[in-house]
């Protein structure tokens, strides 16, 4: 699903305008990207979590010439699913 796609079905879904189903979908990336860049965590019950991850400096290797090369240390966002989603999608069952 593209957030597109979340804007339209969300707009028909409650019976309100693109426009506003737009507004309301970037609002809440917004807030989420915003609390993220100020390293807090955003817990959504029954859904998962998002934190950042923080990585050490290390020792890394070119790939195509096998020079070591320094990689600095680095904040990367991680998404924990929660328990109960997790159950939702292990419910499904496979092809």
Known sequence: MTRSDLIEKQA???GISEKVAKRIVMEVFGAMTTALVHDDRIEIRGFGSFVNRRYKARAGRNPKSG????????????????LELKARIMAVPSE
């Open 67 to 82: 020079e070591s090369i320094a990689v600095k240390s680095k904040l990367s966002p991680f998404f924990k699913t929660g």
């Open 12 to 14: 028909t879904k409650h």
